[in-house]
């Protein structure tokens, strides 16, 4: 045991290893959206990015944390190889699929690996260097995006990844030299994994974040192409929770002891609604911008930067602030507060609102969000033992990931249902049935709008007010809830000493290689 971790050359060098990692998965999260913005291309990256993530904790646990970011990064590198070389649709998704993986990875890797180098109370300190790496990539993300499509081709948003991500490598077979188990074979280790659990967990999942995919944009959700893999999915995960209790598993890839605490459970619980609520604001203020205000998706993209150039850096003040006083449960209300309030004041937007009420709602409620958002896993690592922190780690990535998605499928149902119910304020029948069927939110852009005149036009950009209202209403009652699951939360002292199994080897005079 020790009060401090290493601070050596080596020490800050991995931290500089995990900022070129988290810079991959940043950039990678935010530019295809500008260059390539196809469903499939950017759904299939999160949808296996957050089935993947309770394996990979568990395999960082049995062979590592080295060999573990190896075979991450290598993911990540190869499916942008897979991407950038694709030459059908069907070939570009594959490698989409791959590099997700990848990318699910990084994001909890990282977490974990800075989990086994720091005590928990100071933790936020390096957090914060990485998370303002992790914004520079995803501000400039869009912008990095764009300029490579129209100077080059679309391959080099994905080829660009190749030189980062073997000097990743490169990084981490040198640097990243930190203890694991050398006593128990390879083959040992192998049957250590939950395959049966993984698989229920991985299957599952996917049948979810599918269905949620589709529901209500391509087919109803009464379709049973949706309702069929939704409610598999669903069914899978109860049959996976029941035989994760089973005596059958010896180590479960989620270990029902990671919820037998009420703080930690709390946390799960919110890190899910503060992820969905996240991309509940992110993919509903564009409807804003460009359906009521009449915005260019150019313009748009301006529009919300407010939101992101908040977010992040309240994240950085809440994780330094957590590090200074060692006090989680006031952060989170006071995040969860803001986020309540910011989504309230949503609800007044129109077409006459001012420039200073958008962006200064945008702040107020990007800012709560952000605060919250990583100071949540510290908090759920409390009252856990040192040796579940992969676990821990690799769960609570997972249920912020899946809560993502609903993030995006609930409100799109709540405005899709709004606008079925209130198109007859449209008197043009046809521009009505253009509304109907869940295609209001593809056709919630400047150039729809502005292509009638008129009433009509009036008519249109009033319906669209009116649902955006309703979905930022209901979003107050989801934010609400997690403000009261907050009282759930125990303040549990942060450990300000360190016992892992898995912290740096001690090198010897004739060096050490360690996973």
Same mark, same amino acid.
């Given at each position: 045991?020790?009060?401090?971790?290493?601070?050596?050359?080596?020490?800050?060098?991995?931290?500089?290893?995990?900022?070129?990692?988290?810079?991959?998965? +940043?950039?990678?999260?935010?530019?295809?959206?500008?260059?390539?913005?196809?469903?499939?291309?950017?759904?299939?990256?999160?949808?296996?990015?957050?089935?993947?993530?309770?394996?990979?904790?568990?395999?960082?646990?049995?062979?590592?944390?080295?060999?573990?970011?190896?075979? =991450?990064?290598?993911?990540?590198?190869?499916?942008?190889?897979?991407?950038?070389?694709?030459?059908?649709?069907?070939?570009?998704?594959?490698?989409?699929?791959?590099?997700?993986?990848?990318?699910?990875?990084?994001?909890?890797?990282?977490?974990?690996?800075?989990?086994?180098?720091?005590?928990?109370?100071?933790?936020?300190?390096?957090? @914060?260097?990485?998370?303002?790496?992790?914004?520079?990539?995803? @501000?400039?993300?869009?912008?990095?995006?764009?300029?490579?499509?129209?100077?080059?081709?679309?391959?080099?948003?994905?080829?660009?990844?190749?030189?980062?991500?073997?000097?990743?490598?490169?990084?981490?077979?040198?640097?990243?030299?930190?203890?694991?188990?050398?006593?128990?074979?390879?083959?040992?280790?192998?049957?250590?994994?939950?395959?049966?659990?993984?698989?229920?967990?991985?299957?599952?999942?996917?049948?979810?974040?599918?269905?949620?995919?589709?529901?209500?944009?391509?087919?109803?959700?009464?379709?049973?192409?949706?309702?069929?893999?939704?409610?598999?999915?669903?069914?899978?995960?109860?049959?996976?929770?029941?035989?994760?209790?089973?005596?059958?598993?010896?180590?479960?890839?989620?270990?029902?002891?990671?919820?037998?605490?009420?703080?930690?459970?709390?946390?799960?619980?919110?890190?899910?609604?503060?992820?969905?609520?996240?991309?509940?604001?992110?993919?509903?203020?564009?409807?804003?911008?460009?359906?009521?205000?009449?915005?260019?998706?150019?313009?748009?993209?301006?529009?919300?930067?407010?939101?992101?150039?908040? +977010?992040?850096?309240?994240?950085?003040?809440?994780?330094?602030?957590? @590090?200074?006083?060692?006090?989680?449960?006031?952060?989170?209300?006071?995040?969860?507060?803001?986020?309540?309030?910011?989504?309230?004041?949503?609800?007044?937007?129109?077409?006459?609102?001012?420039?200073?009420?958008?962006?200064?709602?945008?702040?107020?409620?990007?800012?709560?969000?952000?605060?919250?958002?990583?100071?949540?896993?510290?908090?759920?690592?409390?009252?856990?033992?040192?040796?579940?922190?992969?676990?821990?780690?690799?769960?609570?990535?997972?249920?912020?990931?899946?809560?993502?998605?609903?993030?995006?499928?609930?409100? @799109?149902?709540?405005?899709?249902?709004?606008?079925?119910?209130?198109?007859?304020?449209?008197?043009?029948?046809?521009?009505?049935?253009?509304?109907?069927?869940?295609?209001?939110?593809?056709?919630?852009?400047?150039?729809?709008?502005?292509?009638?005149?008129?009433?009509?036009?009036?008519?249109?950009?009033?319906?669209?007010?009116?649902?955006?209202?309703?979905?930022?209403? =209901?979003?107050? =009652?989801?934010?609400?809830?997690?403000?009261?699951?907050?009282?759930?939360?125990?303040?549990?002292?942060?450990?300000?000493?360190?016992?892992?199994?898995?912290?740096?080897?001690?090198?010897?005079?004739?060096?050490?290689?360690?996973?």
């Amino acid at each position: 045991m020790e009060s401090k971790g290493p601070r050596g050359p080596r020490f800050w060098v991995i931290i500089a290893t995990l900022c070129i990692i988290a810079i991959l998965s +940043a950039l990678e999260n935010t530019v295809v959206t500008t260059s390539l913005p196809y469903i499939w291309v950017t759904n299939v990256f999160f949808l296996t990015g957050a089935a993947v993530q309770p394996l990979f904790g568990q395999l960082a646990n049995i062979f590592g944390r080295r060999y573990t970011t190896l075979g =991450i990064v290598i993911l990540f590198t190869l499916g942008s190889g897979i991407a950038g070389g694709a030459s059908s649709g069907a070939a570009l998704i594959a490698g989409r699929a791959v590099q997700g993986m990848g990318g699910g990875g990084i994001n909890m890797i990282v977490d974990v690996i800075v989990s086994d180098l720091v005590p928990l109370r100071e933790r936020g300190n390096y957090i @914060a260097c990485i998370l303002m790496v992790y914004f520079i990539g995803t @501000a400039v993300g869009p912008y990095v995006g764009g300029a490579v499509v129209e100077n080059t081709t679309w391959r080099w948003v994905f080829y660009i990844n190749l030189p980062v991500g073997g000097l990743s490598i490169f990084l981490i077979l040198v640097f990243l030299q930190v203890k694991y188990d050398k006593e128990m074979s390879f083959a040992q280790k192998v049957r250590r994994i939950d395959y049966i659990g993984n698989l229920l967990l991985i299957s599952s999942t996917v049948s979810i974040l599918w269905a949620l995919t589709y529901a209500g944009i391509q087919y109803p959700w009464s379709s049973w192409r949706i309702v069929s893999p939704l409610v598999i999915g669903l069914v899978g995960l109860v049959a996976f929770a029941a035989f994760e209790n089973t005596k059958f598993v010896r180590e479960p890839v989620i270990p029902p002891r990671l919820f037998a605490n009420r703080t930690s459970a709390a946390v799960f619980a919110v890190t899910f609604l503060n992820s969905a609520l996240l991309y509940w604001m992110f993919f509903f203020l564009p409807v804003y911008f460009q359906a009521v205000l009449l915005s260019s998706p150019a313009r748009t993209g301006v529009q919300l930067l407010p939101a992101i150039f908040i +977010a992040i850096p309240g994240a950085v003040a809440a994780v330094l602030l957590l @590090a200074k006083f060692g006090k989680y449960k006031p952060l989170h209300w006071m995040g969860f507060g803001l986020n309540t309030i910011g989504l309230g004041l949503f609800t007044l937007l129109d077409k006459n609102s001012s420039t200073a009420e958008w962006i200064v709602f945008q702040m107020v409620a990007a800012g709560g969000s952000g605060f919250v958002l990583n100071t949540l896993l510290p908090a759920c690592q409390a009252q856990l033992s040192e040796a579940d922190q992969a676990s821990a780690t690799a769960t609570w990535s997972f249920v912020r990931s899946f809560g993502s998605i609903w993030g995006v499928a609930i409100p @799109a149902t709540i405005f899709n249902n709004y606008i079925s119910k209130s198109v007859h304020q449209v008197s043009d029948l046809t521009v009505a049935a253009r509304l109907m069927a869940g295609n209001a939110y593809s056709s919630g852009t400047a150039s729809f709008v502005k292509s009638f005149e008129g009433p009509i036009k009036e008519q249109v950009i009033r319906l669209y007010t009116d649902s955006l209202k309703e979905v930022w209403r =209901i979003s107050i =009652i989801f934010s609400g809830v997690s403000f009261l699951l907050v009282f759930l939360e125990k303040q549990i002292k942060m450990r300000t000493e360190l016992e892992t199994e898995f912290g740096l080897e001690k090198r010897t005079s004739g060096g050490t290689n360690g996973a």
